[in-house]
């Protein structure tokens, strides 16, 4: 018996993990398809950036309810409409022609995205002791983190040979054959119980982080601070309603967890941006092709993905403050050095200077996830998980929106100083600076991590 709950437990896992690795593929891909869209669909690059900020906005509009779905409903019940809506969003996308409706396609299947994103982390802090969580995790961190590191890659592989579309149908296809294995082989049941939606706190923080997603991808900076109103209204009306908040807030009560919150935040926040950045320096400014590009990044991104595993047990053993200050001083150390890129820079520096930076991030981006949790009572791990994915997901998008804000604002002034600089060159310069801002955050990440035990209640 013990041995077929392992069984049910594994296969579940799988089937979850296999989705949400399209998932996150499909979420990074698009970075790698800007730079083609914007010519395609004659679009400018901040309406392009919707593509991804407004994938990213309505996951974090469906993260917070989380902790009421796998309380409410079975995994399977959640997981099978999730994939049943991402199918529908990616034949949207497969077929459009137009900005519009390639952007509907994209928020559908943000959809089921969302609804999927925290289940295979509830179900492994749920079934799996807190002692065997790293190895577990850094097994789950191989998927989540490769997919979105591979994705540009694969994308840009992709697009050389043929059109964008492609990307999509096969994503439909992928996910339909997970749809129909999951009807036969996820038997693991959770146990579920009849409990009232808070209407209140959904509409709350749907509103709060819509609005300050999209503050932030418009850099509207009224709209940010009518956001955090909203926001701050909703955590006082989520930690005065307690147990049957939509999230339970009190979570924060434990210094771990904000702890390791605010260091994963800076790490997503610098992956998301050095995902951006990239492919913008490699087809925009260097002329590579996609393919030239995709090369040239996807050492780094299977490093990401390979690490993860081993991190996983590192954590295990010896805990998450080594790999925290390793990870952070690789992260800044490298991002600076992409801020001095330039047009000589070589293919091989460029790939080795990428890929060590992908070892610094995969360090630390899933065990300090772990490291949070470690305190959190069983029964408050979904609010945790949903905490923290909700919160993961702004720092993506800030990540990303800043990233490109730096850019244009240094590019404008750089051009004002020097009239007669290219077009290239404006363009090098406000990605070096974007990357030079990234590297002034990790310093941040490297600061916290140093004093990570020493304060540790």
């Known amino acids: 018996m ?50 991804a900020n407004g994938y990213i906005m309505v996951c974090g509009i469906l993260v917070p309810p989380s902790a009421y779905l796998v309380r409410r409903f079975t995994y399977k019940q959640i997981f099978v409409t999730s994939q049943i809506l991402f199918v529908i969003g990616s034949l949207l996308c497969a077929l459009s022609a137009h900005f519009i409706p390639l952007l509907i396609g994209r928020l559908v299947q943000s959809v089921g995205s969302g609804l999927a994103m925290p289940l295979a982390l509830n179900i492994i802090t749920s079934v799996f002791p807190a002692e ?23 994308g840009g592989f992709v697009i050389q040979f043929y059109r964008w579309n492609i990307l999509f149908w096969a994503m439909a296809v992928l996910e339909l054959l997970i749809l129909i294995g999951t009807f036969f082989f996820l038997t693991l049941r959770n146990e579920t119980e009849k ?41 006082f009306y989520s930690l005065k309603r307690g147990e049957g908040a939509l999230l339970d807030l009190r979570v924060f009560k434990e210094f771990n967890f904000s702890y390791a919150l605010i260091i994963n935040i800076i790490f997503t926040a610098a992956m998301y941006s050095g995902m951006l950045l990239m492919p913008q320096y490699l087809q925009v400014v260097r002329g590579m092709s996609p393919l030239t590009a995709a090369l040239l990044i996807m050492p780094g991104s299977l490093a990401m993905g390979i690490m993860g595993v081993f991190t996983g047990r590192i954590f295990d053993k010896h805990g ?64 945790a998980n949903a905490v923290t994915n909700t919160v993961k997901q702004i720092a993506g998008s800030l990540g990303s929106s800043a990233a490109v804000a730096v850019m244009t604002v240094s590019s404008s002034v750089y051009l004002s100083a020097h009239p007669a600089a290219s077009a290239l060159e404006i363009e090098l310069h406000g990605i070096n600076t974007a990357f030079l801002s990234v590297t002034a955050l990790s310093l941040a990440a490297v600061i916290l ?5 020493k304060i540790k209640r």
């Open 320 to 383: 998450i403050k080594a790999l925290a200050i390793v990870g952070s001083v690789i992260m800044t150390t490298v991002t600076f050095l992409f801020s001095r890129l330039s047009m000589e820079t070589s293919h091989s520096a460029i790939m080795l200077i990428y890929l060590i930076r992908a070892v610094g991030i995969a360090a630390v981006i899933s065990p300090i996830a772990t490291a949070g949790l470690a305190k959190i009572v069983k029964e408050k791990i979904p609010h």
């Open 2 to 51: 013990e041995q077929a709950g392992k069984k049910r437990i594994i296969l579940t896992v799988s089937f979850v993990m296999a989705g949400m690795i399209v998932m996150f593929m499909n979420n990074s891909v698009i970075n790698m398809l800007i730079p083609t869209l914007t010519k395609d669909l004659h679009i400018s690059l901040d309406q392009a950036q919707w593509l």
């Open 195 to 235: 409990i009232k939606f808070d209407v209140v706190g959904f509409i709350l923080s749907a509103v709060g982080c819509a609005a300050l997603l999209y503050a932030i991808s418009e850099r509207q900076i009224w709209l940010a601070v009518a956001a955090a109103m909203v926001l701050t209204i909703f955590v």
């Open 449 to 453: 991590s140093v004093f990570y035990r």
């Open 132 to 154: 065997k969580r790293g190895a577990v995790m850094g097994v789950y961190g191989f998927g989540i983190i490769l997919a979105p590191a591979l994705g540009p890659s694969i």
